[in-house]
């Protein structure tokens, strides 16, 4: 369902002709819809079969980043860019694991959540090749770096940079399995060798 929703929103996105604007209207209330009885059904600890396979079909990368990209561009402008905004930040929690309930900050504009949405840390490739390499490299200093200020200030980890989190999760979806195996060695070897050249030791816990 969640898969037609989206490609009949792609297709009509550049559409104002005949009734367009109505089917978006449609397809806006149906995910508004999907939203309220999520949020419903979790805060009411009900065992809704849509609070549950949501929660699955958003932890999909190829899922997720196909929604995203589709709502990125309705949260720019439009009739729908707030809604399109909200329900950006209710994936992201979904996908994360946080709360969904309703917060203050969700009352803010839709050019807020854009902006904000655009600041955020790049994300994990799909794939390890000569582009993405050195992506994948400077990810796992800079995780090294996060790893050794916070042993040594006890200043709270930057999760922005925390990609073999991810690199795990992804071994669960067999479509995935593979590059983020290779994706994971590469991340991990780069952070050893950082935090050896830190610490002057190879004794080190990301070893394991």
């Known amino acids: 369902m969640l898969d037609n ?11 104002r002709a005949g009734n367009a604007a109505r089917y978006k209207d449609y397809m806006f209330s149906a995910i508004k819809g999907i939203k309220t009885i999520t949020e419903e059904s979790i ?16 932890e999909d990368d190829r899922h997720y980043r196909a929604w995203k990209k589709l709502l990125s561009r309705f949260a720019k402008k439009g009739k729908h860019r ?14 994360a694991g946080r709360s969904t309930a309703p917060s203050k900050q969700a009352t803010a504009s839709a050019e807020e959540v854009a902006a904000s949405s655009a600041e955020e840390a790049p994300e994990v490739p799909d ?4 582009e993405t390499l050195p992506t994948i490299q400077q990810a796992a200093i800079k995780e090294a770096r996060n ?25 669960q979806q067999v479509h995935l399995r593979s590059e ?18 830190t610490t002057k030791t190879k004794v080190l816990p990301c070893r394991t």
């Open 43 to 58: 805060e009411a600890g009900v065992a809704s079969g849509l609070a549950v396979d949501i929660r699955e079909y958003f």
């Open 82 to 95: 707030e809604l399109a905004a909200t329900f950006l930040q209710f994936m992201r929690n979904l996908r």
């Open 180 to 197: 983020a195996q290779r994706m994971l060695t590469v991340f991990l070897s780069c952070e050893r060798n950082t935090l050896q050249e």
């Open 5 to 15: 929703i989206r490609i009949t929103l792609e297709r009509l996105r550049r559409f």
């Open 127 to 130: 794939v390890l090749n000569e």
């Open 147 to 171: 790893l050794g200020s916070f042993v040594w200030t006890d200043r709270r980890l930057d999760e922005a940079y925390a990609w073999q989190f991810e690199l795990v999760r992804r071994q």
